[in-house]
């Protein structure tokens, strides 16, 4: 069995059976454990993140279809202006009412997914906080384990000198 990470986008591999001790063994573990974990966060991050950019699109084009709608709706506002010439002023008047609460709706509608626009924008920073926060825990981790690693191996060394420096006392 080989057990392989990443780290700083460099691959490593460790074989369990050549650390000695159940010490690094449970750090092992724990540390497999703790990456899956971390993966698990920032892989539901991410698609919460494209979701939310995906919601962001589709709200912008909806704006962009309302605003087609508005500047038409205020093309036809104006020819029909000109038509008022033609018939009465009251009927004119009834008319350009019509117009004006189509219009002042729309303008509603606008001003909601704009406001959605913006809560979805406000989210989709928050998720990429949130996952630089995990990169930066994720990486702090990974060192702290890194650093266990090498004073366990120092130790093991000292620890193999000090049983080499006994035996040669003793037989020489």
Same mark, same amino acid.
């Given at each position: 069995m080989f057990v392989t990470f990443r780290v700083h986008g460099i691959n490593h591999g460790i074989n369990p059976q050549s650390i000695p001790g159940p010490l690094n063994f449970t750090l092992l573990i724990q540390f497999t454990e703790e990456q899956a974990a971390y993966k698990r966060k920032l892989t539901a991050y991410q698609e919460g993140q494209q979701r939310q950019a995906q919601l962001v699109q589709r709200l912008q084009a909806k704006v962009l279809q309302y605003k087609k709608k508005c500047g038409d709706l205020e093309q036809m506002l104006q020819e029909?202006? #000109?038509? &008022?010439?033609?018939?009465?002023?009251?009927?004119? *008047?009834?008319?350009?009412?019509?117009? $004006?609460?189509?219009?002042?709706?729309?303008?509603?509608?606008? #001003?909601? &997914?704009?406001?959605?626009?913006?809560?979805?924008? *406000?989210?989709?920073?928050?998720?990429? $906080?949130?996952?630089?926060?995990l990169t930066v825990d994720w990486t702090r981790a990974r060192e702290e384990l890194d650093q266990k690693e090498s004073d366990w191996r120092r130790e093991e060394e000292v620890r193999g000198l000090n049983r080499f420096e006994k035996y040669y006392k003793y037989f020489c």
């Amino acid at each position: 069995m080989f057990v392989t990470f990443r780290v700083h986008g460099i691959n490593h591999g460790i074989n369990p059976q050549s650390i000695p001790g159940p010490l690094n063994f449970t750090l092992l573990i724990q540390f497999t454990e703790e990456q899956a974990a971390y993966k698990r966060k920032l892989t539901a991050y991410q698609e919460g993140q494209q979701r939310q950019a995906q919601l962001v699109q589709r709200l912008q084009a909806k704006v962009l279809q309302y605003k087609k709608k508005c500047g038409d709706l205020e093309q036809m506002l104006q020819e029909k202006t #000109s038509e &008022l010439e033609k018939h009465s002023l009251e009927d004119a *008047l009834i008319r350009l009412e019509e117009e $004006q609460q189509r219009s002042s709706s729309l303008s509603a509608v606008n #001003s909601m &997914l704009r406001e959605q626009l913006e809560q979805a924008g *406000l989210a989709n920073e928050a998720l990429s $906080q949130d996952i630089r926060r995990l990169t930066v825990d994720w990486t702090r981790a990974r060192e702290e384990l890194d650093q266990k690693e090498s004073d366990w191996r120092r130790e093991e060394e000292v620890r193999g000198l000090n049983r080499f420096e006994k035996y040669y006392k003793y037989f020489c």
